[in-house]
């Protein structure tokens, strides 16, 4: 059974930094895409492949970055210059070729 844990969100002023992370159970973790979305429409936010090839969204790719330790199968995803609009719930994601097991999800908050 896979099970993926969000941490990190929580309340940041305007301008400033949020790293997320993503701990994932069980040893398929590395070997396959893991991704970031936010609200409730599972808006994309970014991508990493298992080899580490990252595509991000317009709205975040000069202020978030996405990287991932498969020795710790865990997915970050780095935020800078927060902004309001920024404000959402967070889920990951590990793409199976079978299905998409998503996280619980983490609330960040930008705000002054």
């Known amino acids: 059974q896979v099970q993926l844990v969000e941490s990190g969100g929580g309340l940041v002023q305007p301008g400033g930094p949020l790293k997320l992370s993503c701990a994932a159970s069980?040893?398929?973790?590395?070997?396959?895409?893991m991704g970031w979305y936010r609200r409730e429409e599972r808006e994309f936010v970014a991508q990493i492949t298992s080899?580490?090839?990252?595509n991000l969204a317009d709205s975040v790719k000069d202020r978030f970055t996405i990287s991932r330790d498969n020795a710790k199968n865990t997915v970050y995803l780095q935020m800078n210059s927060l902004k309001p609009e920024d404000t959402a719930v967070y889920y990951c994601?590990?793409?199976?070729?079978?299905?998409?097991?998503w996280g619980q999800g983490t609330q960040v908050t930008v705000s002054s």
């Open positions: 994601r590990l793409d199976l070729p079978s299905r998409y097991y």
């Open positions: 069980g040893s398929i973790f590395r070997l396959y895409t």
């Open positions: 080899s580490g090839r990252t």
